[in-house]
């Protein structure tokens, strides 16, 4: 079975870091690319960042960019999100998921195929 599971939120101070950890099986990994989502109670999802492991590029949406960093351990089949400078408004509930080979429905909001549990992250003003 496909699985996706997102590790590594918490509770943190403004201005710091936490290290999220998005860990795949039953896919071929290295053929799809790996976005990061985040949900409030009451809010529409959010595209955060995307992966595409095939050529190495990254999304990153406005309010994320030069604070949050995708990267990929293709041989653990894991991908990271390391978010510095976190922010109250960062806070939710941040799921990882899988979609073939680029990062289109992770920028456009389409429908993406595989879906992983959340970890919840809370930025403390």
């Known amino acids: 079975d496909v699985q996706l599971q997102a590790s590594g939120g918490g509770l943190v101070q403004a201005g710091g870091s936490l290290r999220l950890s998005c860990e795949a099986s039953?896919?071929?990994?290295?053929?799809?690319?790996i976005g990061w989502f985040r949900q409030v109670p009451g809010k529409e999802r959010e595209g955060v960042s995307c992966?595409?492991?095939?050529?190495?590029?990254?999304y990153y949406a406005d309010p994320v960019k030069g604070r949050f960093t995708i990267s990929s351990d293709n041989a653990k089949n894991t991908v990271y999100l390391q978010m510095n400078s976190l922010k109250p408004e960062d806070s939710a509930l941040y799921y990882c998921?899988?979609?073939?080979?680029?990062?289109?429905?992770?920028?456009?909001?389409?429908?993406?195929?595989?879906w992983g549990e959340g970890t919840l992250v809370t930025v403390s003003s």
């Open positions: 992966i595409n492991k095939r050529d190495g590029s990254t």
């Open positions: 039953g896919f071929s990994f290295d053929d799809y690319a």
């Open positions: 998921a899988a979609e073939l080979y680029n990062c289109l429905n992770t920028v456009t909001g389409g429908a993406m195929p595989y």
